[in-house]
Structures are given as C-alpha cells and as structure tokens.
C-alpha cells in the first residue's frame, strides 16, 4: 500500500510513471456527442473527473446557508499492470461544506478513498458515487446527496425540469487555445433543493435552489496557468449563467468562457474575449494569509453582473485530500441595487499555483 502523500500527489499530476505515456489516458476530441443517461456516470478511462453541487438553502425560520459538495475521480496510472485488488487503479475524493453566517466560517470537511471494496466507488452509466457515508446518487427525477461531516450533516434531494446544459461545443469545452486543452462538460442549473441540514445538533428542514457541474479530461492545467475564477448563476429571471477564466501567471486571462441559458431555454456560448472577472473587493485569509478577490464584477457578454458572498470566510482547506486550498462561496448578483441572481463563486490558484 503506497501513502496516502503519494497517491495524492499523483492525482494531481505531481507525479507521473516514466513507464507510462500520456496517451494511456482517453483524449477529449470535438464533436463527440455527449449521450445521456450513459454520461452522468463515472468515465474510467479519463484522467481526471469530478461531480459538482453548490446551493442556496433557506431554512424553515428564513435563515439563509451556503451548500457545497463535490466528489473528484483520477485515475492516477499507478500499477495499472497489477491484478491485486488494493491497486489503486481509481482514486476518489469529496469535499463538503456549508456556508453558515452564524457561524462566521466556512463549515467543511473531506474524504479520500481508493476505489473498490465496497468502500468507495464511482460507477459507469449513471451518477453514482460515494465515499463510506458519504454518496451522490442519480434518482428518477434528479440527484440525493447525503453527507456526515464533523461539523453538519446534511440529506438533501435536487430535483431538475431541465435537460443539461451543454458547456462549449455541445459538450466539448476548451480550456485554452490548444486542441487537446479541453473537457467535456454539462451543467444542471436550478435544481430545486429539499431535505434537511444537521448543525450544532440541530436539524433543520431546507429548501432551495441548486446548481451541478459534470465534468472529466485527460490534460492538465496549462503549463502557462496557476488557476481559474469560475461562477454558476441561477438568474432571478428563470436562466441561468456559467463563466469562467483561466489565469495566468501575470494575472491576465490565459482562456475564458461560459454559457447563458435565457428564461426561454434558449443559450448562448460566449467566447473567451466576452469575460472578464474585475475584482472589486478582496478579503485576506487569516490562517494561509492567501487573498482572494471575493466581490468581483462578471462581463459576459452584454450581461453584467456584481458579485457579493454570502460571508467573505469561505475558504476550504483540502490539503488533506486533493492537496490544495481555495475559496468556494455563494454569492448574490446584482445589477446596481436590483437582485439579479444566486450562486457560487469558485476562485482556485490564490494560495499557490494547482498542480492539476
């Protein structure tokens, strides 16, 4: 059995076998359509892959949280050759977290698991996969997450009227301006949220709205990139709005993109010259001393919008599992003084360059 250092570390690419080419790994090639149910599953072949929920949840006494989890597959190419069962040919991962502002921080917790013996598994076909008692499953009419963290508990149901929304080309979405910087990816936009949340022992019935990303590629973060400023939009007016921008190292935009669904279900592409990310506000961790660009204004396309966190602390530890620190928050969008909107803000690369 490898440790658990080493097997992080090769899931993050901080590690590669000589023995082993890249081209072991599937590629992401354009114009492949995405087929449903058989994508919401598990993609082994794949480098990297990782299912993504983030919500708004109001409780019955109108206080309001912040809910994040997301499970993370890589196949890290480590004794692909060996028929032993403790290979570990499937890493798994989960972060989980609740943004609480009575609690004035970001609640969160985390799991890392090799795949198999009943423990931990990713499955192909459709969205199932779980850490011990942690899980994200596919239900007829959406998706049930059940969580136990140190801190919270939650069991929650997210229920979608909508079909994916296809990110890029159909579903091919490019990362940079190089035909392999890509991944395939799909979105799942205002799903109704119901269940219950665990705090401090006291259980709270929730309802809400949420948002899933699916998303898996074989190829790394550019060599010209530290990390990315992305956002998932449930608009006040029914659509829905993901962008994103890929940083490079002198703080430019390396790539971006994103995607706007109308109320109408009609959507739009848009292109990397029509985001832009301008910081308005930043805010200063106390423990990793990372500053992170907190309030910012989004440019896509002709929609604007001002971006303010629920709470400035919503910063996750997980060096614990995938090696790395970064904020995750929900956030509110505004036009000026009229509400425009709710989400989640992801900023990763602030504490120090990925190495995914």
């Known amino acids: 059995m490898r440790p658990v250092g080493f097997l992080i570390s090769a899931a993050l690419g901080l590690f590669t076998p000589g023995a082993l080419a890249a081209e072991d790994y599937a590629q992401v090639r354009p114009g492949v359509a995405l087929q449903f149910p058989r994508d919401h599953g598990s993609h082994p072949r794949f480098r990297n892959e990782w299912w993504y929920i983030t919500g708004w949840l109001r409780t019955s006494g109108g206080g309001e949280l912040g809910m994040q989890v997301t499970f993370f597959r890589n196949r890290p190419r480590i004794a692909e050759e060996i028929s032993s069962r403790f290979a570990p040919r499937q890493l798994l991962f989960a972060h989980a977290a609740l943004a609480d502002p009575e609690a004035g921080r970001l609640l969160h917790d985390q799991r890392a698991a090799r795949a198999?013996?009943?423990?931990?598994?990713?499955?192909?076909?459709?969205?199932?996969?779980?850490?011990?008692?942690?899980?994200?499953?596919?239900?007829?009419?959406?998706?049930?997450a059940e969580v136990a963290a140190r801190d919270f508990r939650y069991a929650l149901r997210f229920d979608s009227k909508q079909p994916?929304?296809?990110?890029?080309?159909?579903?091919?979405?490019?990362?940079?301006?190089?035909?392999?910087?890509?991944?395939?990816?799909?979105?799942?936009?205002?799903l109704r949220v119901s269940g219950s949340v665990v705090i401090q022992g006291r259980e709270l019935e929730v309802s809400g709205e949420a948002w899933l990303d699916h998303e898996w590629s074989s190829e790394p973060l550019a060599q010209e990139a530290v990390g990315w400023d992305w956002i998932g939009i449930n608009l006040s007016d029914g659509g829905a709005l993901m962008a994103f921008r890929v940083r490079a190292r002198d703080g430019g935009s390396f790539w971006a993109g994103g995607a706007v669904r109308g109320a109408d279900g009609r959507v739009r592409i848009?292109?990397?010259?029509?985001?832009?990310?301008?910081?308005?506000?930043?805010?200063?961790?106390?423990?990793?001393?990372?500053?992170?660009?907190?309030?910012?204004?989004?440019?896509?396309?002709?929609?604007?919008?001002?971006l303010e966190p629920l709470m400035d602390d919503q910063e996750l530890d997980a060096r614990a599992s995938t090696g790395t620190i970064y904020w995750e928050g929900a956030v509110r969008a505004r036009q000026g003084e009229k509400a425009q909107g709710r989400g989640y803000l992801e900023l990763t690369g602030y504490w120090k360059p990925l190495g995914l």
Not at 119 to 131: H, K, N, P, Y
Not at 164 to 190: H, I, M, T, V
């Open 116 to 144: 198999g013996f009943g423990l931990a598994e990713a499955a192909e076909g459709r969205t199932d996969v779980a850490i011990g008692d942690w899980s994200l499953r596919q239900t007829d009419g959406g998706y049930a």
């Open 164 to 190: 994916p929304l296809l990110q890029g080309e159909r579903g091919f979405s490019r990362k940079g301006p190089g035909a392999a910087q890509a991944s395939y990816y799909y979105s799942r936009p205002r």
């Open 270 to 306: 848009l292109k990397p010259g029509e985001v832009r990310f301008e910081p308005l506000r930043r805010w200063r961790s106390p423990r990793t001393g990372a500053e992170y660009p907190v309030s910012v204004r989004v440019h896509a396309g002709a929609l604007i919008l001002e």
